[in-house]
């Protein structure tokens, strides 16, 4: 039963996009990070919320970065908000978010939907374009999906791949400086060995 389930839901989590909702500090950042891997496209709306119900909404900044500090999206003073980008490193993309008045007004929530690969295509638009609908459309949604998942599983096979070698490259240099460590510890030994002899022999003479 198990092995009947697991691949629906690892297409029904593909198909989603990621709702997040977070309290945002009068001072400082907060931060949601998502772990993405290359050539993946990316869609993300926000829109900021008065849990104060204050009139007008007090306003945010908000910027995302790239693995490797690019900044792909820097907006200020806005209640709402979207990014899109496709994704050109492997790893961990980052939207911060932060009040444009710190200390004033009451206090603030973001909601962000994060969207990637197959759940960021719009599929309206594909429906009209190739004129599908009804059960073909869901089954190309299905496809898609598939084909996320697949792709998902060849990147995590690459970092198992990846991880094992640092693995191995560091348990061979471990292994190495322990030999280097234990030869520096006997040569020591056997040098000690003979200055004593020799200083005692020496004493013997006198």
Known sequence: MARVLLPVILIIMAATGECVWFNLPRS???CVSEEIHNNVVVVGDYVVVSDDHLHP??????QVTSPYGNILHHMDTVTHGQFVFTSTESGQYLSCFWADRPGEGGALSVNIDWKTGIAAKEWESVARKEKIEGVELELRKLEGAVEAIHDNLLYLKRREAEMRGVSETTNSRVAWYSIYSLGI???????????????????KLI
């Open 28 to 30: 400082g950042t907060k």
């Open 185 to 203: 510890c006997i040569l020591a030994s056997c040098a000690q060995l003979w200055y004593l002899t020799r200083f005692f022999q020496k004493k």
């Open 57 to 62: 909404t007090p306003t945010i900044s908000s």
